[in-house]
């Protein structure tokens, strides 16, 4: 099946840093998503992003789908956003996402 | 409802009891999928339904894994003869559709203990 690797898997900014995880992807999809899972375990739907760039505050991201690969950047980083970072795919006819292993982002203040 | 409710919340049980988790999707929403996240694992798919269509039970870990959604709506996860690696927080998520991220929504997750 479909491979979607995340790196890196953990990171430690100082508050204000910049940062830009990358997901790549084994096989073509035609969904992609990134999700945040804060401390209390909520996942929260940041982007659905399968090609092209999309800007929500001070994340962003960009998905290069014939290189198979997607970076979600944060700027300006916050404490509030600590968590883990999941990219998930989804392919063909396949109705289910399948995730990655997320990366953990830890802000200091 | 606001946002997709799960419940229990927390749920301890013995090995070798049956247990049932439930899903509340949010209203209009035609797709469900339930998911379980094993302590600092990805997520892991179970099951999925897409409106009348027959579900998807291809992520169903064994046969004691069953999942039903009445009327299109509410869904319920059962585990049969529970073990202890059935231990992990059972997520369910819906979007209005199938093939998009429309709306995708987690709920809080019921976090399931079996001692």
Same mark, same amino acid.
């Given at each position: 099946? +479909? ?21 790549? $992807? ?17 996942? +929260?739907?940041? $982007? ?5 760039? @999309? ?30 970072? $999941?990219?998930?795919?989804? @392919? ?6 399948? $995730?990655? @292993? ?5 802000? @200091?203040? | 409802?606001?946002? %997709? ?45 897409? =409106? ?18 009445? =009327? ?24 209005? =559709?199938?093939?998009?991220?429309? =709306? ?9 203990? %079996?001692?």
């Amino acid at each position: 099946g +479909i491979q979607v690797e995340q790196s890196p898997p953990d990171l430690i900014l100082q508050e204000g840093a910049n940062s830009t995880l990358r997901c790549n $992807f084994s096989d073509s999809v035609n969904n992609l998503q990134w999700f945040h899972q804060n401390p209390w375990g909520q996942l +929260i739907n940041l $982007f659905y992003i399968p090609s092209g760039t @999309k800007q929500n505050g001070r994340l962003s991201a960009t998905t290069v789908a014939t290189e198979r690969y997607s970076l979600l950047y944060i700027s300006s980083s916050q404490t509030t956003d600590s968590g883990v970072y $999941f990219c998930a795919v989804r @392919k063909g006819s396949q109705g289910n996402l399948i $995730f990655g @292993k997320g990366t953990k982002l830890s802000v @200091k203040p | 409802g606001a946002g %997709v409710s799960q419940s229990p919340s927390n749920k301890v049980t013995e090995k070798g009891k049956d247990v049932e988790l439930r899903c509340d999707p949010i209203s209009g929403h035609t797709a469900l999928y339930w998911y379980r996240q094993s302590l600092g694992q990805g997520l892991e798919f179970l099951i999925y339904f897409q =409106g009348n269509s027959a579900p998807d039970k291809s992520g169903l870990p064994s046969d004691r894994f069953s999942a039903e959604r009445t =009327g299109g709506s509410v869904s319920t996860l059962t585990i049969q003869r529970t073990q202890q690696e059935d231990s992990a927080v059972y997520l369910c998520a819906s979007s209005l =559709g199938g093939w998009t991220g429309d =709306g995708y929504t987690f709920g809080s997750g019921t976090r399931l203990t %079996v001692v």
